[in-house]
């Protein structure tokens, strides 16, 4: 069965730590995303992809980068961790050509910056 | 600008007792509505989805949702709810360019 993976799926770091989150889905779609959730927040828009080298900013994108160089990943990289990033971080992905297409959510990474 | 509010950050339910949990949307044309559920440590999992058509969605698990468009709500219900529904439950919006816009959520709570 198709799926998305995360890992890892808890990490502990320290402030000013570059931090690489995985994202790997075999659903084959176009479109992936990332998301921070927070609470009373819901999940807020970090980056997104429309394809392989495509990448676009998100409502809360600051300290955070993404790469596409195949459809499957897209990692999240956060160059320099801060304490205010300490988040659980999701990732999804979706077909593209409409906006009424389902996205499929990834288990979620817990991370926690010290 | 699109947005969600789910007013209610908790709700606490008896088992066996009907559920209502309520959204409110903004968005200039026809929106595209999702509700999905999230349980404790997972990820989320789409319970339906209203883009056309008839108003009342019916969705997994024994959901249904009803856009009314005049209220600009898309409120989700239940008849009976199971110990097992316990969950946070989002409702979202999409946006142009196939995002989501998500409200803060509403973690319901199953009480015996």
């Known amino acids: 069965d198709a799926e998305i993976t995360q890992s890892p799926r808890h990490k502990i770091t320290e402030t000013g730590r570059q931090v690489t989150l995985a994202c790997h889905q075999t659903?084959?779609?176009?479109?992936m995303f990332w998301y921070r959730q927070d609470l009373g927040h819901g999940l807020r828009l970090i980056h997104y992809?429309?394809?392989?080298?495509?990448?676009n900013k998100g409502e809360v994108s600051d300290g955070y980068s993404v790469s596409r160089s195949n459809t499957e990943d897209l990692p999240l990289t956060l160059e320099s961790a801060a304490s205010s990033q300490t988040s659980v971080y999701f990732c999804?992905?979706?077909?593209?050509?409409?906006?009424?297409?389902?996205?499929?959510f990834g288990p979620g990474t817990r991370l926690t910056v010290l | 600008a699109q947005s969600v509010t789910q007013p209610d950050i908790h709700i606490t339910v008896s088992e066996g007792a009907s559920l209502e949990l309520r959204c409110n949307y903004s968005?200039?044309?026809?929106?595209?509505l999702f509700w999905y559920v999230q349980s404790p440590g997972q990820g989320l999992q789409l319970l339906l989805k209203?883009?056309?058509?008839?108003?009342l969605v019916q969705g997994i698990k024994g959901f249904e949702a009803e856009f009314k468009r005049s209220q600009s709500s898309f409120n989700l219900r239940k008849p009976s709810v199971h110990w097992s529904d316990a969950a946070e439950y989002f409702c979202?919006?999409?946006?142009?360019?196939?995002?989501?816009?998500f409200g803060a959520g509403t973690i319901l709570r199953v009480k015996s």
């Open positions: 968005y200039g044309a026809t929106p595209y």
């Open positions: 999804a992905s979706s077909e593209g050509g409409a906006s009424y297409n389902e996205q499929f």
């Open positions: 979202a919006v999409g946006a142009y360019g196939n995002k989501l816009v």
């Open positions: 209203y883009f056309s058509g008839d108003t």
């Open positions: 659903w084959n779609h176009n479109n």
């Open positions: 992809s429309y394809g392989v080298q495509d990448t």
